[in-house]
Structure formats: structure tokens, C-alpha cells
């Protein structure tokens, strides 16, 4: 990158005798929804303009030298980022475990910032925007926080949930597809790093939300068949439970989430039942390809029940591929995590 240009052999960028510049001038756009074709001398010329009125708006200069332009940059030149909050995955908060979380990044750590209304959970501290402590403090905390530049002061509400003891560890997984077929993955039209995989759903209830091995795909076979898929757990003991966090993995163009997706308990009878939740954050609006998150985290909220058994069901997406294998392959969930919370009577 640094060498430009002149650093890629000819034979590459120029691959046939009739082009005439660098990659023919065009950039394909292949899976970026909604983006045109472009040609590659255009985007460079609006990047170099948008860099020189950068560069000139805190101080520096264009000069012209033996007929070259240079550009100066002021080196004292400070970057005030507008102040905004982050919006990202909300704080983790288990009971009894220690907090470490941050509403501040590295944008916005610099600005005031304060507590303006609501009550902690007992235990927990806030300060400069960072949140920490342990608490058993179960339930939800809405919180109003502040952040000030001296002139300006900007407000926003977030609630903080205080999640039960999770009990998915003690649990024995049950899940539609317990092993991935790698010798199908590997021929697919892949968009993730390899290294995420892991080979099997027993990292559902390690803990671990993502990172290298952290994601399960329940992908069994070469089919786009519709289908179910389940993953949970099933005690020894009944557990009293009221809260349950699914956690996606990486996604892929060809699959990877639900259409839609609920949470089953075992009856006394030992069958699977529907229970009525409320999902917090709102499920997409829809399941197309665009708008599924990756590594997005949901949770369960319902009246407690007293069980054997917790899952989470839904309808797989099958979603179409322009790629010849991988528009055949697309039955599948990825997953990282699963976690089932006692409600707060039980502890
Ligand atoms: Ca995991």
C-alpha cells in the first residue's frame, strides 16, 4: 500500500493486452448491496480531494513545486470528533460477576462525563464513563447519562440489565445438529475467517461469545432445505428460570440466521412448549441478507417457569447465492452462545 502503485507487477494489474490502465479502471462491486460498478480512477481523485480540504480545513497547505503538487500538513493539527455517544452490544451485567464495561470509546472519552439520573445497581460504580463493580442486584436500572464538551451537553437514556445466575453450564446440551460438515463448508463461497469455526456445538455454553473457535454452524449437509433448528439444555434437577440470551456467531451471504425464533421449556409431560416472550433488542425487521447482525446478542424475557428443559427453536433463513456450490448450501444457524438465567426467587 505504502508503495502504491508502482510496487504491483505490471503483468497483475494489466492482466489482458487490450486494457490500457491499471485493473481496466473498473472496481466490480460483487456484495456490497446497493453500491455501483465504479471506475477506480474516480473514487482515488474524490478521496485525494476530500483528504487535501481535510488537511487545509485544520491548517495545512497545498504547494507546488518543479510543477508537482505537495501537500503540508499541520502536524499540531488537533481532531475534535462530534461528540455523540456509542451505540454498540450493552453492558453484560451477571449477578454476583464482575463489571468492566465502558460507554466510552475512543472518541468520546475525552468529553465530560456524568450520571444524571437513575439509581445503580447496588455494588456498581460509574466514572468517566466507565461502569464497574459486582453486584446481585437482579432486575432492570434505567439510567440517564450525560456528556459535555464545556459548551454543549448531550443526554441519553440506557437500561441496565442485571442478568441471574446462568445455569447452562450445569446443563446437558440438546441441540438439532450437535457436529459441522466442513468437507461442505469448506467448497462454500465463505466470507469469515476460518478461524472462527468451531467443529462443534459444545461452545454454546463455554462462556466464550467470540473470538477464534467461539462459533458453532450447525451446517449438516449440501441443502437448502427448510428446516428447524434447536439449541439448549436439558438439567438433571428442574431450574426456575425467567431469561434466556441467544447469541449469533459470524454470519455468511448464504446463511447463518433465523427467520424467526422463539424459546421452548419442557412440560411436566416432557414435551417442548412455546412460552411467551418479550425480545429485547427488537428481532430484524426482516430476515433479508442486509440487515442480520453478526455476534448480536438477544434476550428472552418471560414469567419464570419451573423445568427440566430450555431451548431456543426457529425457522432457518434459506437464503439464495449467486455462487454455483454454495447456492445449494444454506440450512443453517451460527451460534456462539446460549445461556439460560434463574430468576430471582429461585436464588
Ligand atoms: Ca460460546
Not at 171 to 195: K, R, Y
Request: with cysteine; proline share 6%.
Amino acid at each position: 500500500m505504502i508503495g502504491g502503485q508502482e510496487c504491483v507487477p505490471t503483468e497483475y494489474s494489466i492482466a489482458f493486452p487490450h486494457w490500457t490502465k491499471p485493473f481496466n479502471d473498473r472496481y466490480i462491486n460483487v456484495t456490497r448491496y446497493d453500491m455501483p460498478d465504479a471506475s477506480i480512477e474516480d473514487m482515488i481523485d474524490r478521496t485525494v480531494a476530500l483528504a487535501v480540504k481535510v488537511v487545509e480545513a485544520r491548517g495545512g497547505r497545498t504547494v507546488e513545486r518543479d510543477g508537482k503538487k505537495y501537500l503540508v500538513i499541520n502536524t499540531k493539527a488537533d481532531f475534535n470528533p462530534p461528540m455523540e455517544f456509542c451505540v454498540g452490544p450493552e453492558p453484560r451485567i451477571v449477578s454476583g460477576e464482575k463489571v468492566n464495561y465502558d460507554f466510552s470509546c475512543v472518541t468520546n472519552a475525552r468529553y465530560a462525563w456524568k450520571l444524571v439520573s437513575g439509581t445503580l445497581p447496588k455494588g456498581l460504580k460509574f466514572r468517566n464513563g466507565h461502569l464497574s463493580g459486582r453486584t446481585t442486584q437482579i432486575g432492570e436500572f434505567p439510567i440517564r447519562l450525560s456528556l459535555s464538551n464545556g459548551v454543549e451537553t448531550l443526554e441519553k437514556d440506557f437500561n441496565l440489565i442485571v442478568r441471574g445466575r446462568n445455569v447452562a453450564p450445569q446443563g446437558h446440551i440438546v441441540a438439532s445438529s450437535t457436529e459441522c460438515n466442513f468437507a461442505v463448508l469448506d467448497s462454500c463461497w465463505t466470507t469469515n475467517s476460518h478461524s472462527y469455526y468451531a467443529k462443534d456445538v459444545s461452545v454454546i455454553n463455554d462462556g466464550v461469545l467470540d473470538g477464534e473457535g467461539s462459533v458453532f454452524y450447525s451446517l449438516t449437509e449440501k441443502s437448502n432445505a427448510p428446516k428447524q433448528e434447536w439449541f439448549g439444555y436439558e438439567w438433571d434437577e428442574p431450574v426456575t428460570v425467567d431469561l434466556v440470551s441467544f447469541h449469533y456467531g459470524c454470519l455468511e451471504e448464504f446463511g447463518g440466521w433465523y427467520s424467526d425464533m422463539w424459546v421452548e421449556y419442557m412440560n411436566p409431560f416432557g414435551d417442548w412448549q412455546k412460552v411467551p416472550t418479550i425480545v429485547h433488542p427488537a428481532l430484524p425487521e426482516s430476515d433479508i441478507v442486509f440487515i442480520q447482525p453478526h455476534f448480536a446478542e438477544f434476550l428472552f424475557f418471560f414469567s419464570p417457569v419451573r423445568t427440566r428443559g430450555i431451548r431456543v427453536v426457529g425457522n432457518v433463513k434459506v437464503q439464495d447465492h449467486w455462487h454455483k456450490y454454495t447456492k445449494d448450501v444454506s440450512s443453517f444457524i451460527s451460534v456462539s452462545e446460549v445461556q439460560v438465567y434463574e430468576a430471582p426467587a429461585a436464588q
